[in-house]
């Protein structure tokens, strides 16, 4: 029997709404953040990628440090809906951690689920997602349909406190998983801990994905990870350049006292009301 298969019309949410989805449910997907001319100058990119099949199947080919494998893919980092969306959420300055491109093509076998989140490193993911918040924006650039590796998800995982969610542990498959699909140039967000994967490709096409992940300027990594190289920055659009400012960056604060100067009376980021921002659906372009 198929997973349930997520029918919502992201589209139609505000942006407290979007907020709400992504911080309880632990994913989001933000629709039509491409068009058509954009995705091909993106696969026109991709293609150029001397990709490496996967341990685990030759059916996933992957590119990792896609930062500045083209124009297109480092203009990307600072795509304005998304940069929006991310700055309304983290109410900070955004630091982009790592990006790179995925290709699923018929045959592969799905993902286990896992979490990105590695709280003290990892041979896979080194210190990069020991960060204490991130969230990973995946664009598609293929339709995700039921046969073609759409996207899978445990909702509200990562908020349980049991063993079970050790974001070391991977699981096959989980019977509260649901199957979310989308057309191209959709974007899914997702935050580091909760348990996602894909599912095989069955279809007859391949399904082309860049994901960057990204994190407020306070949440810097539990370990040292290295930092982009000065001609590889000067390069970049302007644009992008803010989005690239150190990855170790981090506000620490491990002398505060009980009392400590300053403390401000309120704080709209943790505001329970933070779900209730946002109008008609009409507008959620621009609220974004």
Not at 22 to 31: F, N, S, T
Not at 196 to 206: F, L, M, Q
Not at 214 to 236: C, F, K, N, Q, T
Request: proline content about 8%; charged content about 20%.
């Amino acid at each position: 029997m198929r997973d349930r298969q997520i029918d919502t019309d992201w589209s139609a949410l505000s942006v407290g709404e979007r907020i709400q989805h992504l911080e309880v449910e632990g994913y989001l997907v933000l629709p039509d953040l491409l068009d058509g001319a954009h995705i091909a100058r993106l696969k026109a990119e991709t293609s150029q990628l001397p990709t490496v099949a996967v341990d685990y199947s030759v059916h996933q080919q992957v590119y990792p440090n896609a930062q500045f494998a083209g124009p297109a893919i480092t203009e990307l980092i600072a795509h304005p809906p998304a940069i929006e969306f991310l700055s309304r959420l983290f109410g900070d300055e955004i630091v982009m951690m790592d990006c790179g491109y995925a290709r699923s093509e018929p045959g592969h076998p799905g993902i286990s689920l896992h979490c990105d989140g590695q709280p003290w490193g990892s041979e896979i993911f080194g210190f990069e997602h020991s960060c204490p918040k991130l969230v990973r924006v995946l664009y598609y650039l293929d339709d995700l349909t039921p046969e073609v590796s759409p996207f899978r998800v445990v909702p509200r995982s990562h908020l349980s406190l049991h063993a079970d969610a050790n974001p070391y542990l991977r699981y096959e498959e989980h019977p509260g998983q649901v199957m979310v699909t989308c057309q191209a140039g959709s974007a899914v967000l997702l935050q580091q801990n909760v348990f996602h994967g894909n599912y095989p490709n069955t279809g007859d096409y391949a399904r082309e994905m860049i994901a960057i992940a990204y994190r407020p300027a306070w949440a810097g990594p539990a370990g040292e990870v290295s930092e982009w190289e000065e001609g590889e920055l000067e390069r970049v659009p302007g644009a992008v350049r803010p989005m690239l400012i150190g990855r170790n960056r981090r506000v620490w604060l491990p002398e505060g006292g009980n009392k400590p100067a300053g403390m401000k009376h309120e704080a709209p980021g943790i505001d329970p009301s933070r779900w209730e921002r946002g109008g008609a659906a009409s507008e959620v372009d621009e609220r974004i």
